[in-house]
């Protein structure tokens, strides 16, 4: 990151910063009905504190980000009823403060050096990562003081939170662990093709790296620009994810390791090396990067220009409009997804990246304890059925989910707690970051003409290197703070 040269411009950049959310959408206010309202406030009752009780209630507190998803934009969006919640019961309000994703870091340390910081941040240890080393630089502050991990309300979150604890201290609110990655498609044009439906073939157990890579073969025809794959995620999503593996371990004693020496990597490569060298994958020219409409999620998907885009999946979580212009007809039943194939010669499993969603503190954050209530409020409406049926209801509704999305949902959180797995990256130093990155990007753009060993070969030094420096800055910080 630029840091020296974010501390020289600091006082010409501050006045701009502190007001970068200002020329921004602004929100509107969504409400429930009055039935779904009543049972939210009563089931909050039974474990959120009376308002009389927190000195948070009656305030405002700052969000940092470079999406939002608290706040409503249009009519047709859900309500986020741990927002909901936390504006009606507590009269609390969130501000978005918008930034540019690229320079996230280097427009939050002016906020901070200007004594203007927002209060929170998403939590993260993938690529969007804040965990470890901004926190060994001191851009978030340690959470300790705001949360009780025992309480009955964060039963089951001690253990997430716990890959976010540096010298003894844990520097994030974990609301929930999610699922990062999924694979989705348009039955229409599966069916056009007379491929067996994923979902199908999930459900009986047959939705492996095979009939995918068949799938994809089949399908692709670059003079008819036809690519069964497109976007950034699919070559992660299949090699860290998909694979039970991963590049970077992290050890019982909080340190960072290599496990590049993993079978498990090997095969997951030759599968993405193959398809690669079959054109399976979107790109223009040379460059593996360059996807169909400016790397628009979902695109060519509904035009049946591309089989699987995978995604994150909030990227099809958004309207029937939207998602109907992109992905195919919602109101048809176009839209379904799986969850990532297995590996056929792995241990049977599937696996999904597993996501702590959460919020950090930002250094010099000046409402720590409204964090902390938005945070219960967030985690109050994932664990009380009450509004855990409001919110699979709005998704019937308002996003037109069919019930078989809702139980392709709950099967791709029954993965997750099942095989609890993260992966670690973007959260290292500036070095490791850089020879991280790129090893991942040769992957895919040289994944045809680059083997499994030539990439080890090529990148094992600078990781392990890198590792140790990263391992002694964190040991330092500890030695420092304990």
């Not at 959310?21 to 039974?46: H, M, N, W």
């Not at 919020?359 to 945070?375: D, F, S, W």
Request: aromatic share 14%; with cysteine.
């Amino acid at each position: 990151m630029k840091r020296i040269i974010a501390i020289l411009l600091a006082v010409i950049m501050i006045a701009a910063l502190v007001g970068c959310g200002s020329k921004k959408r602004q929100p509107i206010e969504l409400t429930l009905s009055t039935e779904d309202s009543e049972a939210i406030l009563l089931a909050a009752g039974v474990r959120l504190p009376d308002i009389s009780e927190t000195p948070a209630a009656n305030s405002t507190i700052q969000f940092f980000s470079w999406f939002d998803p608290i706040n409503n934009y249009t009519e047709d969006q859900v309500v986020n009823t741990g927002y909901w919640t936390f504006r009606e019961k507590y009269n609390g309000h969130v501000e978005y403060v918008e930034c540019t994703y690229d320079t996230r870091y280097d427009e939050l340390a002016n906020l901070i050096m200007a004594a203007t910081s927002p209060d929170f941040f998403p939590a993260g240890v993938s690529s969007e990562a804040t965990f470890p080393m901004y926190c060994v630089k001191n851009t978030f502050i340690p959470v300790n003081d705001y949360i009780d991990y025992t309480d009955p309300l964060w039963e089951g979150m001690a253990e997430p939170a716990d890959a976010f604890t540096l010298a003894g201290k844990c520097f994030a609110f974990i609301t929930d662990v999610t699922f990062r990655n999924i694979c989705p498609y348009n039955r229409r044009v599966i069916s056009e093709w007379g491929f067996d439906d994923p979902a199908d073939l999930y459900a009986n157990d047959e939705w492996t790296w095979d009939v995918f890579y068949d799938m994809c073969i089949e399908f692709s025809d670059p003079e008819a620009d036809r690519y069964a794959l497109d976007g950034y995620a699919y070559n992660g999503a299949l090699v860290q994810e998909a694979s039970g593996a991963k590049f970077v371990e992290k050890n019982d004693n909080g340190q960072y390791i290599s496990n590049l020496d993993d079978p498990i990597l090997e095969q997951a490569n030759q599968l993405i090396y193959d398809l690669v060298k079959n054109d399976c994958v979107y790109h223009e020219g040379t460059s593996y990067w360059a996807g169909r409409d400016n790397h628009t999620d979902g695109a060519g998907v509904k035009d049946g220009k591309c089989l699987f885009y995978i995604t994150y999946f909030t990227s099809i979580q958004d309207t029937v409009d939207n998602i109907s212009a992109v992905w195919g007809d919602v109101t048809q039943g176009e839209l379904m997804f799986v969850p990532l194939p297995r590996n056929d010669r792995g241990d049977g499993e599937y696996y999904l990246a597993s996501i702590p969603s959460g919020y950090m503190l930002i250094q010099g954050a000046k409402n720590p304890e409204g964090v902390a209530l938005y945070a219960a409020c967030e985690r109050f409406k994932i664990i009380d059925p009450t509004v855990e049926r409001i919110d699979r209801q709005q998704l019937r509704d308002k996003y037109l989910w069919t019930e078989e999305m809702l139980e392709m949902y709950d099967e791709c959180r029954e993965i997750i707690l099942k095989n609890t797995y993260m992966y670690y990256n973007g959260n290292f130093i500036d070095q490791l970051n850089t020879a991280y990155n790129h090893f991942r990007d040769d992957i895919a753009r040289g994944g045809a003409t680059t083997t499994w060993a030539q990439l080890k070969e090529q990148y094992s030094e600078s990781f392990e290197y890198y590792l140790e420096e990263q391992n002694n800055e964190i040991a330092n910080y500890i030695a420092a703070n304990s």
